[in-house]
């Protein structure tokens, strides 16, 4: 049954102290589930789909606990500065000017705000903060998680992904998050694994990671330019 939500004062002056003016569309990006199972790979959330939102000229959120995201690490080449570096066996090599080094002194980390979003990951403090923050999203995006119900409940456009279940079983009540569910395929999917740990022996769900980061983009775009 879809749940009801009712605003809250106190989360609207709390999210108003904390996000921006609106002068684009703004899309919220959860970056994991619960539990692993449902969790989709948050490299390719916040190294793919992210900034490719944020540089076709949408403002972009990272949500989820404080730990979620910190940064990704990139590496540049301490003799020319380019970013064209391979790692090998603890040496990473340039392949613009050649130079070798240990890999480990390469390391630079980019934080979100660097890539044109904003984190909110660990500053929303109460589910108040968070139905007041997502009613205000022209797209959220997000793996089987709480999001998607809110989103859905807001009547806001939401990308949902799914692998251990099918995304019917949670999707159906939700005219804005239904049509736009993922389903990733694999032969064991959907294995209806329950808990913090998959029945399997892989350590995340392979079924999920078959969503290929551009597919998401492509829908995400397409939602955005016709909402």
């Known amino acids: 049954k879809r749940p009801k939500i009712k605003p809250s004062e106190a989360g609207r002056l ?9 002068d684009k569309k703004w899309v919220a990006i959860q970056l994991r589930a619960s539990s692993q199972p449902r969790s989709y790979p948050t490299s390719g ?25 910190n940064g990704y690490t990139k590496r540049y ?5 380019a970013d ?25 980390t980019i934080p979100p705000e ?19 923050a997502y009613r205000r999203m022209d797209l959220v995006i997000s793996p089987d998680s709480a999001a998607l119900h809110i989103a859905g409940s807001w009547g806001v456009p939401c990308i949902s992904l799914f692998g251990i ?44 990671s078959s969503i290929l980061p551009q597919s998401i983009i492509d829908k995400a775009l397409d939602i955005l330019q016709n909402c």
Not at 14 to 22: D, H, N, R
Not at 77 to 81: A, I, K, L, S
């Open 45 to 69: 959330f916040a190294l793919f789909v992210g900034p490719a939102l944020a540089r076709a000229g949408y403002q972009v959120f990272f949500t989820g606990s404080r730990y979620d995201w």
């Open 84 to 108: 064209a570096v391979v790692e090998d066996n603890n040496f990473a090599n340039c392949r613009k000017c050649g130079r070798v080094e240990l890999a480990k002194t390469l390391k630079k």
């Open 14 to 22: 709390a999210v108003e102290s904390y996000l921006p003016p609106k």
């Open 114 to 132: 660097d890539m044109g979003i904003i984190d909110l990951c660990g500053v929303m403090e109460s589910m108040s903060e968070l139905y007041e």
């Open 77 to 81: 080449c301490q003799e020319c500065g």
């Open 165 to 208: 279940f099918d995304h019917e079983l949670r999707t159906k009540y939700y005219p804005t998050v239904y049509p736009y569910a993922m389903q990733g395929k694999a032969d064991c999917a959907p294995c209806f694994s329950v808990g913090t740990h998959l029945q399997c022996d892989n350590k995340s769900c392979i079924a999920l």
